[in-house]
C-alpha cells in the first residue's frame, strides 16, 4: 500500500499516523529509531511494516501484478501500490467516515508539526502533498498515471517502466474488483494490529 493506505490504516491516534506515515523512510531495525521518536510512532512504523508483509500476500494483490504483464514484475509491486492508493481515493468514502480532502487537511496538518524532525525525503514528500493536494489528486485518473510515470525518477533502469500505462488502463476494471476484494479484508488486519 502507498501513503493514503497506510495513513488511513494507521487510525486515529496522531503518533500512531506518523509512524504510519513514515515507514518508508525509517529503515532497519526499530530498536534504532526510538531514541528519536516516542513509542506510539514506532508502533505506527511497525504496523506500516505488518500492513505492507500482509497485503503483498494476498491472491488479490498477486493476481494483480501478473494483470500487468511478465516484464513488469520487477517494479509490479511499487506500481500495485500506487494502484490501490488511487483506487482508496476514488471511493474514499466507502471506506472512511471523513471526506478525503477533509482527512487530508487534517492528516498533513498533524504531520506538519513533526516535519523538522523528519528524513528529508518524508519533508519533502509532506511539502509537495500539501503544496500540490496530493493525497486528493491521487483520485484522478489522469494524476495516477503521472504518479506512476514518475517512479521513472527512482529507478535505476526507468525503461522498465516503458508501456506501462497500457496495460493499466486496459485491466483498469480488474485492478479495481481486486482492491475492493481485497482492502475490506485489509482493514480488519490492521483493526486487530494496531496498538490500542
Known amino acids: 500500500m502507498n501513503y493514503l493506505a497506510h495513513l488511513v490504516l494507521s487510525g486515529e491516534h496522531p503518533d500512531v499516523r506518523l509512524g504510519g506515515f513514515l515507514g518508508d523512510w525509517l529503515k532497519g531495525p526499530l530498536t534504532r529509531h526510538r531514541e528519536q521518536w516516542r513509542e506510539p510512532v514506532i508502533e505506527g512504523v511497525a504496523l506500516h511494516r505488518q500492513i505492507d508483509g500482509w497485503i503483498d500476500q494476498q491472491p488479490e494483490v498477486r493476481q494483480s501484478i501478473e494483470l500487468l504483464g511478465r516484464q513488469y514484475r520487477r517494479l509490479a509491486p511499487p506500481v500495485i501500490d500506487i494502484t490501490y492508493d488511487h483506487f482508496l481515493a476514488r471511493h474514499f468514502?466507502?471506506?472512511?467516515r471523513q471526506p478525503l480532502d477533509a482527512f487530508a487537511d487534517e492528516i498533513l496538518t498533524q504531520l506538519e508539526q513533526h516535519r523538522a524532525a523528519m528524513p528529508a525525503g518524508a519533508a519533502r514528500f509532506l511539502a509537495r502533498a500539501r503544496q500540490f493536494r496530493l493525497l486528493e489528486q491521487y483520485a484522478d485518473r489522469d494524476t495516477f498515471f503521472d504518479v506512476v510515470d514518475s517512479l521513472r525518477h527512482r529507478i535505476s533502469k526507468p525503461e522498465l517502466l516503458d508501456g506501462i500505462s497500457t496495460p493499466l488502463a486496459q485491466r483498469y476494471r480488474e485492478?479495481?474488483?481486486?482492491?475492493?476484494?481485497?482492502y475490506p479484508r485489509l482493514i480488519a488486519f490492521a483493526d486487530t494490529h494496531r496498538p490500542r
Open 93 to 96: 468514502q466507502a471506506y472512511h
Open 175 to 182: 485492478l479495481e474488483y481486486n482492491f475492493h476484494a481485497v
